[in-house]
């Protein structure tokens, strides 16, 4: 069995390539069982954010599980398989588990710590889970990287960068705001 990563996030696209290659909410669990539905994926679980689209698949064969995965995105969006090949990393066995390890504990956000992927990360699983297209392999690896995460930001400051990251932009909102207000009223004096 190999364990596949593919994600396509703000490390290697910009935003407009993002937002082309975004589930929406409503389209996840159809997403999910199309992928599972693909020649030589096993297990599937996929994340959708803003920053990143994620696609872990458990595949009998890694490069047929590699094409396949790529190739329902491309088919899903719309989007040359060639585009997507080149939008996507991948990787595979311990680098894909590594991988998921960095994601689920905030050690690959654009805030370093970042606890809201953690939850995104959790309830990608569940849905997953509860969609049956996970299996053996992912209900045990998907638990033990949400646990690992959860004590990473309970016993070590990771999460700290995060919370100064999100007082800095309060303390740059309550700046802005008051500039704003002088701006609109001067606009809607004239």
């Known amino acids: 069995m190999h364990i596949i990563a593919l994600s396509l996030n703000y490390k290697k696209t910009g935003v407009e390539e993002r937002e ?9 669990v159809e997403a999910l069982h199309k992928l599972r ?17 994620e696609l872990y698949v458990v595949s ?19 989007v040359e398989y060639e ?6 990393d991948m990787k595979v066995a311990d680098e894909a588990v590594s991988h998921l390890f960095k994601v689920t504990a905030g050690l690959d ?12 990360i959790r309830d990608a699983f569940l849905t997953a889970q509860e969609e049956h297209t996970t299996g ?11 646990t690992v995460a959860k004590r990473g930001h309970s016993e070590t400051a990771i999460s700290k960068n995060a919370d100064r990251f999100h007082m800095q932009r309060v303390e740059l909102a309550k700046r802005i705001l008051p500039m704003l207000r002088k701006a609109v009223c001067r606009y809607r004096c004239r």
């Open 20 to 28: 082309q290659v975004t589930f929406q909410d409503e389209e996840v």
């Open 37 to 53: 539905e693909q020649k030589s994926i096993l297990e599937a679980t996929l994340l959708s954010t803003c920053n990143r689209t």
């Open 60 to 78: 009998d064969q890694e490069h047929t599980g590699a094409y396949y995965s790529r190739k329902f995105l491309a088919d899903w969006f719309d």
């Open 83 to 88: 585009k997507i090949k080149d939008m996507t």
């Open 109 to 120: 956000s654009m805030v370093l710590g970042e606890t809201q992927i953690l939850g995104q």
């Open 136 to 146: 053996t392999i992912f209900n045990k690896l998907f638990k033990e990287a949400i």
